[in-house]
């Protein structure tokens, strides 16, 4: 079987902070990872996801996550955050010969002034 | 740019009714996908997908129901609506996967989600 655990449900930051949110998956098959973001009354949008290669993948506003194999985990991180930021994060695996995302319960963000 | 809508915001039904929530998406996507979305619990899948009247169960298919008959629109069925099927939906569709890392290049696209509330 396959799952995601997001390790922390909310992280409350201040406004040009570093954030960090961890995400680790189980899966006994080789997969895809992905984090999603949703703002406010929003579906998910995709932030980044890790194919292959580099471990150290960036994505879109800033946003970069390091694929860490032995430790099954796949952390993102920003470096600065703004109040735009504000948003739920959700880390996601898909295996790649599937078609089943599997998510994680998601992790709460919010960029305080 | 990849565009899914769903047909309504926010519902209001009450126990018993059938409910249809409704999925368009215009990229000409195989794959569609409804989730629902529940706090604490992430996004979970309850019915997907990948051609025209074909269909697979998700995680949790239990008390719903789908039908693609058309390529770009996929409807989500509640046969008789009940408290506990109160819950955000969220709608997503993606291209069959191509390339070298074949579905790893074909990332899901979503609606913004149908808040349905069951009295």
């Known amino acids: 079987a396959q799952s995601v655990t997001q390790l922390d449900s909310q992280v409350p930051v201040f406004e040009e902070a570093p954030v960090e949110l961890r995400c680790n998956y189980s899966?006994?098959?080789?997969?895809?990872l992905f984090w999603y973001v949703q703002y406010p009354n929003q579906g998910l949008q995709l932030l980044l996801k890790y194919l292959s290669g580099s471990t150290l993948v960036k994505g879109i506003n800033g946003f970069e996550a390091e694929f860490n194999k032995s430790q099954t985990s796949f952390h993102l991180r920003k470096p600065s955050v703004h109040i735009s930021d504000t948003a739920e994060y959700f880390c996601a695996i898909l295996d790649t010969g599937g078609f089943k995302t599997i998510f994680g319960a998601g992790t709460r963000l919010f960029v305080k002034a | 740019d990849v565009k899914v809508t769903q047909s309504s915001r926010y519902l209001v039904k009450r126990t018993g009714e059938k409910v249809f929530l409704e999925c368009v998406q215009d990229?000409?996507?195989?794959?569609m996908f409804w989730y629902r979305q529940d706090p604490g619990l992430g996004l979970r899948l309850i019915y997907f997908s990948y051609d025209v009247k074909m269909k697979e169960k998700g995680d949790i298919p239990e008390g719903y129901s789908v039908s693609r008959e058309k390529k770009e629109r996929f409807s989500l069925i509640l046969e008789s609506a009940s408290t506990n099927q109160t819950s955000m939906y969220l709608c997503?569709?993606?291209?069959?996967?191509?390339?070298?890392?074949?579905?790893?290049?074909?990332?899901?696209?979503f609606g913004n989600g149908t808040r349905l509330t069951v009295t």
């Open positions: 990229m000409d996507h195989e794959n």
């Open positions: 997503a569709s993606s291209s069959f996967p191509t390339g070298g890392q074949g579905a790893g290049n074909s990332p899901l696209h």
């Open positions: 899966s006994s098959v080789s997969v895809y």
